[in-house]
C-alpha cells in the first residue's frame, strides 16, 4: 500500500522547535522530489519547503528561509522538516507530499 504517514508536531512556545517526519511505505522516497506544504485556519494550502532527488537541491518559501530545514533519510524511507525560531505565523497543519501522494497532516501550535 502506497501512504505517507506523519508524526511530530504539537504545541511549542515562541522561539521553540519541532521535527516532522514524512514516513513512505510502498515506494522508494528517494526517487521523488518531496514537498512539505502547510494550511492555517482560514487560508489557502502554501508549500514551505520540497527538497530534489539530490539533497542538494532545497528550496523554502521567504517566511521559513533560515528557520526551517528540509532532508531525507534515505535508508529510513523518510524525509524530515527541522522547524527552529518558531512563530505564532507558523500555526498550521503541516502535510508532506511526493509523488501526489498526501500525509495525513500534523498540527503544529506555536504559541505561548
Known amino acids: 500500500q502506497v501512504q505517507l504517514v506523519q508524526s511530530g508536531g504539537g504545541l511549542v512556545q515562541p522561539g521553540g522547535s519541532l521535527r516532522l517526519s514524512c514516513a513512505a511505505s510502498?515506494?522508494?522516497?528517494?526517487?521523488?522530489?518531496i514537498g512539505w506544504f502547510r494550511q492555517a485556519p482560514g487560508k489557502e494550502r502554501e508549500g514551505v519547503s520540497c527538497i530534489g532527488r539530490s539533497a542538494g537541491s532545497s528550496y523554502y518559501t521567504d517566511s521559513v528561509k533560515g528557520r526551517f530545514t528540509i532532508s531525507r533519510d534515505n535508508a529510513k524511507n523518510t524525509a524530515y522538516l527541522q522547524m527552529d525560531s518558531l512563530k505564532p505565523e507558523d500555526t498550521a497543519v503541516y502535510y508532506c507530499m511526493c509523488r501526489g501522494e498526501w500525509g495525513q497532516g500534523t498540527q503544529v501550535t506555536v504559541s505561548s
Open positions: 510502498g515506494f522508494t522516497l528517494n526517487n521523488y522530489v
